[in-house]
């Protein structure tokens, strides 16, 4: 019926156009399947490394969580062995400032490691001899590390041991930019007092969250208790009250 109404040329024409207009929803239905996406993904903004989660003794943001560890024996500690940045004591405040410290304070001991910009305060700058709470000398350091800062994300550090906090010191004062004010004779003999140690036994730890969990493991209900009532008893009449 459409040979009626169409000449043969104009027929061979629609199917031409058709044809190209097929072809054209084709190559446009590729380009949105293939090529759309790789132009999206090419201008997001490039994915910053994410920052490695921090694990330690006893965990820059919680404390109380730290691997079990057994009890042992701390021997004996002269003061005079740990009062000076002997390079063995150097090199074991550096361990453990990467270990603690890092986090919050940076490889540089500017304040401005990876989580420290989101405490406040902002951790303490050791290149800088302002904001210093306790001050920074030995004394001062070590009582810091001892008991912590007060409203601040310092924690205190007396899981660790006391040569070990003395090791921290020194490698802490390393980053000091600034003439370090004198230390009085009276506030070294009263560290080197509290260094003094005739040894010790460190118990066992576990974090708390274990302890919780061993809490609720080990806790039986108590069983219930029966309560019985008591017959009356009956009290004999005594003389004086008979008729």
Not at 4 to 24: C, K, M, Q
Not at 156 to 167: G, N, P, Q
Not at 171 to 184: L, M
Request: net charge neutral; aromatic share 6%.
């Amino acid at each position: 019926m459409i040979e009626r109404y169409v000449s043969p040329e104009e027929w061979r024409r629609l199917l031409v156009g058709l044809t190209v207009v097929i072809g054209l929803l084709l190559v446009l239905g590729l380009f949105a399947l293939i090529v759309v996406p790789g132009l999206r993904n090419a201008n997001r903004p490039p994915t910053q490394t994410p920052i490695e989660t921090v694990t330690g003794e006893s965990g820059w943001l919680d404390p109380t969580e730290y691997p079990p560890t057994r009890g042992y024996e701390i021997p004996p500690l002269d003061p005079q062995t740990v009062m000076e940045p002997a390079p063995d004591m150097l090199s074991r405040g550096k361990a453990l400032y990467g270990q603690y410290c890092t986090p919050c304070h940076g490889d540089a001991g500017e304040g401005n490691g990876p989580a420290g910009s989101s405490l406040k305060p902002l951790p303490r700058n050791f290149a800088q001899p302002a904001g210093w709470t306790n001050g920074p000398g030995r004394p001062a350091i070590f009582k810091t590390l001892a008991q912590g800062v007060p409203a601040s994300a310092m924690v205190a550090y007396d899981i660790l041991t006391k040569k070990d906090r003395m090791a921290l010191v020194h490698y802490v004062r390393v980053f000091a930019k600034f003439q370090e004010p004198a230390e009085s004779v009276e506030s070294l003999a009263t560290l080197a007092k509290e260094l003094a140690t005739p040894g010790e036994r460190v118990p066992n730890r576990i974090p708390v969250s274990m302890a919780e969990r061993k809490l609720i493991e080990e806790y039986h209900p108590p069983s219930p208790v029966a309560l019985t009532r008591e017959a009356p008893t009956q009290q004999r009449p005594t003389d004086g009250g008979r008729q």
